[in-house]
């Protein structure tokens, strides 16, 4: 299926990492109004970073809640109508005694899922985005491990192919003059990926996830009053 109606109606996005100029939620209800069927499935799975993210919050006693995700924040107290991935590791892990065990099997459950979705629909962008996003994870959990003379392994999630690059990459932001600044470097090499994953029709639904994951990204740095800024940065100590 084409989307020439929906991304030439979507705000262009900006070259630099600067915040957008309308509000990512609403170009979620855009998308969301004209996706559908299979390419709706995909669109979700996307947003469901931001929903494993307030999950580790809340599993971990923190006060921030993101509410571009799917899931309103009473979903998980009650833990209904979860998305799949969720729902398995609440309904096998003890959350109470182990919540770092189980923020660690949350963000598993949530790529594998992707790795799944991208199989299953033949998606080029989900699975080099589950790639990246592993690798990234992995490389800057051990380099914090390292730091802190903690077990690397115990941080690690499955996936994530090329760790030499990924290591580099984290080297490379380790070396700027603050959080910010790293972050800035990672965000830039997340844009130039999704940029990357386009593919040759600007109007396919990898064009549109691409898109998404990085207006998503670009979101991260419209920093509102009630959001601590120290959430959006990757501390690598």
Partial sequence: MKYYRLM???PTLPDEVVPL???VAEIVCQVLE???GAHRELIDALLWQIDAANAESVLLGKDLFDPRGTLPREEFDTRLNLPPFLDEVF???DTAGQPQVTVQLIW???YNALIELGDKHSCRFMRSFVQFETGLR???AKKRAEVLSLDADAAQVLGGADAMFYAQLVLRAQEAE???AREM???RERLALFQELEGIDPFAIDALLAYLASALVLDSWRVEKDVDPETMLEVFA
Avoid: C, W
Wanted: hydrophobic share 35%.
């Fill in 8 to 10: 030439t109606a979507l």
């Fill in 91 to 93: 309904r096998s892990a």
């Fill in 21 to 23: 100029s309308q509000p």
């Fill in 108 to 110: 598993e459950s949530y």
């Fill in 138 to 140: 992995n490389a800057i």
């Fill in 178 to 180: 603050d959080p910010q």
């Fill in 34 to 36: 004209e996706v559908g």
């Fill in 185 to 187: 470097i990672l965000d």
